[in-house]
Each structure stands twice: as structure tokens, then as C-alpha cells.
């Protein structure tokens, strides 16, 4: 999406920025993983088919994703530190035409030791946060029935669940942004601490 292709949102625990080709190595190393694999659902790609997805990414009006960075770690030397070692990804996608303000939204915390201590929280609320400033009004997550960790983050948040399929072993949930979940993704947009990625 280019609305987000050149912005930073910082928070205290994780930086977001937009997902570039220097990010692509580091990421599909993560995408070999079988377990990431499964946890996301994901294929393996080859690494020319990992920069054209960053390309689609950035240019799909209808997909948005920042790559997480940990500011408890340098960035890997020889790359550019914009606040932090790459950690994970969020995204979502507008994929539903009956409700073409419904996102389906991800989120992975890629590298071991920045799990645990709340960045796919903090994460996922600045990014909720910011798609309503772009007219999402609704969220809907689908969680493998098995992903425990997944599935009480997103309680956590207020997602209630709305199906199951025994099929695909998975929940679905959902956040409507309507009364006090409105407001409070309307007060972290209000307080968002953004900057350009490309510093002049």
C-alpha cells in the first residue's frame, strides 16, 4: 500500500516501518521455518518470489504490512538502523467485497528473543490504530485452533469469536471499531509518534 511506503510509527516497545527490499533477505529467511510456516499458514517462496510478494506489497491498495523492529537490539550490521533489529511483521488485507472496510489482519513475532514481552500487543494496536485513519472499520483475525498464544493475544484486544472450521482447523474473530474500542483506537491515533523512513 502506498500510504504507508515512507512512514515509521514508533511506539515504546516496537517500531513499525514499511516492509522494503532490504528487508527481503531477513525475511525469507524467517519463511523457512517450518514452524513459522505452519503458524502463519504460509508457502515457502523462492527468494526472487519473496521481493516480487514486497513489490505487491507495496503497490496492492489493498494489502498494508510494516516490518516490526525491536528497539532493545541494534540493527544487523551494514543496514540502516530506523530504530531497532528486525523482529516480525504485521499486516492486513481488504479481501472481503461484501465489507470493503474489513481487514484481515496478521501478526508475527518472528524473532525468539523478542517474544514474551508484549511487542505483537503494542504492535497490533498502533497498526488498528492507524488503519482507521484509512476507513477500516471492522478487524477479523483467523487463528489456527492450536495457535493458544495467537488466539488469547487477540482476546486480549476485545476480538470476540464469530466461526470455526473444523476443515481448516481455525477461529475466526472480530473487533468492530464502534464504541469503546473506537475511542481507544482513536486516542493511539491522536498520540502516534510517525516519521519519514527515507530521513532527509
Not at 471492522?138 to 485452533?145: D, L, Q, S
Request: proline fraction near 6%; aromatic fraction near 8%; glycine fraction near 4%.
Amino acid at each position: 500500500m502506498k500510504s504507508n511506503s515512507n512512514l515509521v510509527i514508533r511506539g515504546s516497545g516496537v517500531v513499525l516501518v514499511p516492509y522494503r527490499p532490504e528487508h527481503v533477505l531477513q525475511y525469507h529467511s524467517w519463511m523457512q521455518d517450518a514452524m513459522l510456516q505452519e503458524l502463519t499458514a504460509s508457502e515457502p517462496l523462492t527468494l526472487d518470489e519473496e521481493y516480487q510478494m514486497q513489490k505487491s506489497w507495496a503497490e496492492d491498495p489493498d494489502k498494508c504490512t510494516f516490518i516490526l523492529l525491536d528497539p532493545a537490539f541494534p540493527a544487523a550490521p551494514g543496514t540502516v538502523d530506523r530504530g531497532g533489529a528486525m523482529a516480525g511483521d504485521v499486516n492486513f488485507f481488504l479481501n472481503d467485497h461484501d465489507e470493503p472496510h474489513t481487514a484481515e489482519i496478521e501478526v508475527m513475532v518472528a524473532e525468539p528473543r523478542s517474544r514474551c514481552k508484549g511487542m505483537a500487543k503494542e504492535a497490533l494496536t498502533l497498526f488498528m490504530a492507524y488503519a482507521t485513519t484509512l476507513g477500516v472499520n471492522k478487524f477479523r483475525a483467523k487463528v489456527g485452533e492450536s495457535n493458544t498464544p495467537s488466539l488469547n493475544l487477540m482476546r486480549k484486544l476485545q476480538f470476540c469469536e464469530v466461526s470455526r472450521s473444523s476443515i481448516f482447523k481455525e477461529v475466526t474473530l472480530e473487533l468492530p471499531v464502534v464504541g469503546a474500542s473506537a475511542e481507544r483506537l482513536a486516542e493511539v491515533a491522536a498520540a502516534m509518534q510517525t516519521c519519514t523512513y527515507d530521513l532527509q
